[in-house]
């Protein structure tokens, strides 16, 4: 665990798009143990960069201008790559569109600055008061999300995947590919299959959201079918890269029996189907018995991987190795860089 009387430098990433209604607002309930915000101008029309750099004067404030529109994902890596840069420790993304309330900003800060995460998000499942005032549509699709969003990033024990209220340790930002990341609406949800990749631990911040008079540019219609895409393609990833580039372990065998197993009792079943009147017991045993033992081997495939979800903190173990390697490079510098010290005296 951390210090705790160490101090934390604390930036938080505001990216804006035609939210001038509400920006203010949101900026002047951010607390004093922020150091830093970074309001990101998402190429906005209504100018929302240029609004707050003549009505605020929170010394705080740095703004950030996209020559380009590049998304809230896009926007978001921007601000935090140059946060990372300016040396903070922890960094916050809230939306400029008060739906999250920054009084909760410590909360999210404290549990990694506590070394008990690497990356802390919103959760508004899970007190069922504060679903009341979600609409029903956003509701259902959470809901939905948050099952894909479990096979896809491995992590089990999470909910709302798309709450974009989220804090991460700065020493992660040179880790992750940002380059690949999603740059738009997905990106929280692939944000999360790449923190699974590294092997960071994330942990669910319960809240409220607000919801009043904001316009949410996102169209269901034409994301949804791109996130199950999305999704299904980092699940792949996932599988190949943890089960079979990085590691191959017992679960790995079972996942690839259970599939084999399966599909041949299927194809098999399939291919007698009403060849014969009364299938015999023993075709019935040849198609049947795989798709049992395969169906037992996915599941334990399955219990496996709910039961590998990342439950060390990477900050932690990057900062302790950190500090072993320090001494190993002094005695190599010492011995001329050599890997191993020159030993003298012996033929």
């Avoid at 802390?120 to 679903?131: D, Q, T």
């Avoid at 949800?189 to 949410?216: C, K, Q, T, W």
């Avoid at 079943?269 to 081997?297: D, K």
Wanted: net charge neutral; glycine share 8%.
């Amino acid at each position: 665990m951390q210090n705790s009387c160490i101090p934390e430098k604390v930036a938080v990433v505001i990216p804006s798009y035609c939210v001038t209604a509400h920006i203010l607002k949101v900026i002047e309930r951010i607390g004093p143990e922020v150091s830093s915000i970074y309001l990101v101008d998402d190429h906005c029309p209504d100018g929302t960069g240029r609004f707050v750099q003549e009505r605020c004067r929170d010394p705080r404030v740095k703004f950030i201008f996209n020559k380009i529109n590049i998304g809230v994902g896009g926007s978001t890596l921007t601000g935090m790559r140059q946060a990372a840069e300016d040396g903070a420790d922890i960094i916050v993304k809230i939306d400029g569109d008060g739906q999250m309330d920054p009084a909760l900003i410590p909360s999210f800060v404290d549990i990694i600055k506590k070394g008990e995460a690497d990356y802390s998000k919103g959760n508004r499942f899970f007190e069922p008061e504060g679903l009341s005032s979600m609409p029903l549509g956003r509701l259902i699709g959470n809901a939905g999300l948050s099952f894909m969003a479990k096979i896809s990033t491995g992590y089990w024990h999470v909910l709302d995947p798309t709450n974009g209220y989220v804090a991460i340790h700065a020493s992660l930002i040179d880790l992750l590919p940002l380059e690949k990341i999603a740059k738009r609406y997905f990106f929280e949800s692939d944000l999360l299959f790449r923190l699974n990749i590294l092997g960071g631990r994330v942990v669910d911040i319960p809240m409220h959201s607000y919801y009043a008079d904001e316009v949410s540019q996102m169209k269901p219609h034409r994301e949804i079918p791109r996130f199950a895409y999305a999704h299904l393609k980092n699940f792949a990833k996932r599988i190949f890269y943890n089960y079979f580039i990085r590691n191959f372990s017992v679960a790995s065998l079972e996942l690839v029996l259970g599939i084999v197993l399966m599909k041949f009792g299927l194809i098999f079943g399939l291919l007698h189907w009403g060849i014969s009147e009364p299938a015999s017991a023993g075709t019935v045993m040849v198609a049947g018995l795989p798709i049992i033992i395969g169906a037992q081997l996915l599941l334990a495939f399955l219990n496996f991987d709910i039961q590998s979800v990342p439950r060390t903190t990477l900050h932690l173990r990057l900062k302790a190795s950190a500090k072993t390697l320090k001494p190993l490079r002094h005695w190599q510098n010492e011995n001329d860089g050599e890997e191993f010290p020159r030993i003298t005296g012996l033929r």
